[in-house]
């Protein structure tokens, strides 16, 4: 999310949101942890979590040097970690824990899986990357939910058709190849499965932006849905005020791979801490995805247009909404 008012940050300035998907990102570039291989980057629960306890505790991925903000449930999590490194999955699956931490970071994960012929790869690592942190069911799956419209939208499909009750990944019909995912929450099949944001109109009536997953994937979903551009989108998201800035990143990420670059504000963009490293960390995680596809055997990796892989990087520096 980036800065400028009620957090005491400069404009262009981002909070935990970003500083997480980075330290997700660090992990999954070809450099780092990537296998190189076409099953995709080896994901290392550990190291991931170290990058969020360097985070955490140094302000390592941070514009500022230092934490600014983490969110109660996440910090037991890491404080777990600490005590106990060789079980990083640290989340608790208790349905209070419900919170929007996993959603927030997912954008980098997606990239690094954008061209996978199927769905599989991905679904599983939005899910244990949620659970690195929090546990519940609702919680995993609206990543995995979230995983799969953004991955929709960096393929091109029209957000009329991402943002409906029949999308077939969302829906159960995956990619080809891909099997069904297990069913969803109940309250996430009706906010994502229903669409059930599309009964708040316009003016977003009963939509509400807290840190409890549910509610801040459906305003996500609203503000892109109802909006008429990123822009738009983004402000939308943010003027629900509570948690604005997981809110306005979740609609971001969506929102950036829905428009493009060209749809984000330039002003923004000036503005943004960091943006050089955030546009060559998206397209390095995009071009290792793409190396993948291409060494896949013909028939198992999908062909996707030059302003699709564009997308992609685009999504990384979307996060910051």
Not at 137 to 161: F, I, M
Request: glycine residues 14%.
């Amino acid at each position: 999310m980036v800065g400028g008012g009620p957090f005491g940050l400069a404009p262009g300035e981002w909070t935990d949101d970003t500083s997480m998907a980075l330290c997700l990102g660090d992990a999954l570039l070809p450099g780092h942890h990537a296998s190189g291989g076409v099953g995709g980057p080896t994901w290392e629960p550990a190291d991931v979590m170290r990058r969020f306890t360097a985070w955490y505790r140094d302000g390592s991925n941070s514009h500022s040097g230092k934490c600014f903000d983490i969110g109660a449930t996440t910090a037991a999590a890491l404080r777990r970690f600490e005590a106990d490194p060789s079980s990083p999955v640290a989340g608790v699956a208790h349905p209070d824990q419900a919170g929007n931490g996993g959603l927030m970071r997912m954008a980098p994960v997606v990239a690094a899986y954008a061209h996978d012929a199927d769905d599989g790869a991905l679904l599983a690592v939005a899910r244990e990357s949620c659970r690195l942190t929090h546990g519940a069911d609702e919680a995993v799956d609206g990543c995995a939910a979230y995983a799969l419209l953004l991955k929709g939208a960096l393929r091109g499909v029209p957000r009329g058709e991402l943002l409906s009750s029949s999308y077939p990944p969302v829906a159960g019909g995956g990619a080809a190849g891909s099997p069904p995912p297990p069913p969803w929450a109940p309250a996430i099949a009706q906010v994502v499965g229903g669409a059930t944001y599309r009964a708040a109109g316009r003016n977003g009536r009963g939509i509400r932006g807290t840190g409890y997953v549910v509610d801040s994937l459906e305003a996500a979903l609203w503000a892109v849905w109802s909006a008429t551009d990123y822009r738009d989108a983004v402000l939308r998201a943010a003027n629900l005020g509570d948690d604005a800035d997981t809110t306005a990143a979740i609609a971001g990420g969506l929102a950036g791979a829905l428009w493009g670059e060209d749809g984000i504000p330039p002003a923004w963009r000036a503005q943004l801490a960091w943006a050089d490293r955030i546009g060559q960390m998206g397209e390095e995680l995009e071009g290792a995805a793409a190396a993948r596809a291409a060494a896949a055997p013909a028939g198992l990796h999908p062909v996707l247009g030059d302003s699709h892989r564009r997308r992609t990087e685009e999504t990384i520096d979307s996060v910051t909404g």
